[in-house]
């Protein structure tokens, strides 16, 4: 971990920082459908970077080509300053970024430091055998660094709560290397409560020097945390900016249309 923060300090020939992630021009096209057009985009470390959307804008397919699954059909994708094809979600884990899908692909039953681990068990001896000590030990651990405080590791994964699940999640890319962190919509199916407790760990990770993206459809929750807003409409970016240039009420509007809605209520009410 802290070596992928050292390399975080460094400058390029501008005199800024280089982003972790930078889209240039990006597009994507499913046949003849569009997805994606002209996204320009920069993931910071130390920043929580939001992309918001309505259904269907292209929040998912941004994801996808961030993540190693998709490749852009238009434009440029750079990791730290230098150009680069991801070619598999390994490869993207490979540069350092963690991608935490909403449906989290977790074993209900299986112990929370089992979900931990799974695929990249810790072994031990000659004969290569669990260390279930150890795992047991460094999810408690993990977790608790984070502000988790779960009294047993050894409890099913699916008796947490939603929130704690999507926190399990992160703190597991974390571990294992991450130094970007995309999160699809870790708080669109949580109560206040529950999403509160994701929103804190989010600007925990933020405050350790990770680049987060932040993917939501709820304005609410991308100005308490967001540094810095891109929001996507049918696949174009309307909007660019960064948490001084824009209020909640802005974004709010924004988000929820716009012009069109108000045109929409006009005509309601006539
Ligand atoms: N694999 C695919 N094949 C064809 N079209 C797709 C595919 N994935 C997404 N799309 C289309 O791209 C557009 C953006 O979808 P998506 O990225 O899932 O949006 P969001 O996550 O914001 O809801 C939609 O019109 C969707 O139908
Ligand atoms: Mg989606």
Redesign the pocket.
Known sequence: MSSAIETRSESDSSGGKVPLIELRDVGKS??A?I??KGINLRVHAGEVTCVL????????????IMAGL?QQTEGDLLIDGAQTHLESPKHALGKGIATVYQDLAVVGLMPVWRNFFLGQELRKGPFRMLDIQSMRATTKEELYKMGIDLPDVDAPIGSLSGGQRQCVAISRAIYFGARVLILDEPTAALGVKQSGTVLRYISAARDQGFGVVF?THNPHHAHMVGDHFVL?N??RQKLDCTYDEITLEELTQQMAGGDELDTLSHELRR
């Not at 959307?53 to 996808?64: E, F, H, P, R, V």
Request: cysteine-free; overall charge positive; proline content about 0%.
């Open positions: 499913y046949g459908i997805a994606l959307g309505d259904n269907g804008a292209g929040k998912s397919t941004l994801i996808k998709h993917i996507l049918r696949g």
